[in-house]
């Protein structure tokens, strides 16, 4: 049971380049998060999903984007990446909103 | 954005020690309240939560202490290990919906 994988585990981007954090999870839970981790800043929402199909903005949204196709699949999009986007970025997933299950990161460098 | 306020920022303690930190929020439309504990390069990983319907909740040697009338919730960990070091999260939802992350406890545990 492998519970939240995220992929890729380590990235470094130019400035202006585009990618995509995939996020997948087997406990066909309803609810997915994407959060960014910075320090002295805790873990701060950028997107959230509660079901196929649906995606909503969550507290620090601007230049990401999100896809939520498959119920086990949340994707995180930069489009044109910043320094500022220079972060380590955790996937969740949670069955009813409560306990999060959290991925092992994605540590991403925009230089 | 509904603020969750967490204390110390680090701590330090002794191997066999009693370790304390304490969370504060704003909105009272919570029901639940958990703890995580994220060790260095891994995902934060739920150590303990409660609900307002008790004021404590034990497991091992981790106890969740509430307060509703104060709107507080602290952690302790009892006979702190080594092992115990870690960055811990309380977390609270505001208006019953996403998660807020608290900045984070940094503890060490000195052998």
């Known amino acids: 049971n492998a519970g939240v994988t995220q992929t890729p585990k380590f990235r470094v981007l130019k400035t202006g380049q585009s990618m995509t954090l995939l996020c997948a999870q087997d406990m066909n839970h309803e609810y997915m998060y994407w959060y960014r981790q910075d320090p002295g800043m805790g873990l701060r929402l950028i997107h959230y999903?509660?079901?196929?199909?649906?995606?909503a903005k969550g507290e620090v949204p601007d230049g990401y984007n999100v896809s939520r196709l498959k119920k086990q699949n949340f994707l995180l999009g930069l489009e044109s990446a910043a320094p500022s986007q220079t972060s380590v970025y955790f996937c969740?997933?949670?069955?009813?909103?409560?306990?999060?299950?959290f991925g092992s990161g994605t540590r991403l460098t925009v230089v | 954005q509904q603020q969750v306020k967490q204390s110390p920022q680090s701590l330090i303690v002794q191997k066999g020690g009693i370790s304390i930190i304490n969370c504060a929020y704003e909105?009272?439309?919570?029901?639940?309240f958990p703890w995580y504990q994220q060790f260095p390069g891994k995902g934060p990983a739920l150590l303990i939560a409660i609900r307002p319907d008790v004021s404590e909740k034990k497991e091992g040697r981790f106890t969740i202490s509430f307060n509703k009338s104060a709107k507080q919730f602290s952690l302790h960990i009892m006979d702190s290990q080594p092992g115990d070091s870690a960055t811990y999260f309380c977390a609270a939802p505001p208006h019953g919906q996403n998660f807020v992350f608290g900045p984070g406890t940094r503890l060490s545990v000195l052998p």
């Open positions: 909105n009272t439309a919570f029901d639940y």
């Open positions: 999903s509660v079901g196929e199909g649906t995606t």
């Open positions: 969740a997933s949670s069955y009813e909103g409560n306990g999060y299950t």
